[in-house]
Nanobody, 126 residues
Framework: VQLQASGGGLVQAGGSLRLSCTAS????????MGWFRQAPGKERDFVAA????????AYEESVKGRFTVSRDNARNTGYLQMNNLKPEDTAVYYC????????????????????WGQGTQVTVSS
């Protein structure tokens, strides 16, 4: 499956962005999704994940209450709504997918995903 991430940009602190990740396959509903980010000079870190059904979600501690992960399987698209953005959220954001046999399966480690989007830059100015 090919993933296309979009929606990044430049925003002031306190602002919002919504990232989208569109999959090439109509069987997107068989895939769990994750969002990761990589800041300059740092490793790629987990941000959020959602099960294939959308019934299960997980968040990295620093984004809880600010970010919301969701998906629309009919549109083969996943979303990451980011509110109250902070300068430390600045990074390249990647979406990822893995085929899942379980409705509520969630994975939070990068190596657990098989497919990756190309990344979209999010820059938050102070």
């Amino acid at each position: 499956v090919q993933l296309q991430a979009s929606g990044g940009g430049l925003v002031q602190a306190g602002g919002s962005l919504r990232l989208s990740c569109t999959a090439s396959r109509r069987t997107f509903s068989n895939y769990a999704m994750g969002w990761f980010r990589q800041a300059p000079g740092k490793e790629r870190d987990f941000v959020a994940a959602i099960s294939r059904s959308g019934g299960g979600t997980a968040y990295e501690e620093s984004v809880k209450g600010r970010f919301t992960v969701s998906r629309d399987n009919a549109r083969n698209t996943g979303y990451l709504q980011m509110n109250n953005l902070k300068p430390e959220d600045t990074a390249v954001y990647y979406c990822a997918a893995r085929r899942s046999d379980y409705e509520r399966e969630i994975r939070t480690r990068g190596f657990q995903y098989d497919y990756w989007g190309q990344g979209t830059q999010v820059t938050v100015s102070s």
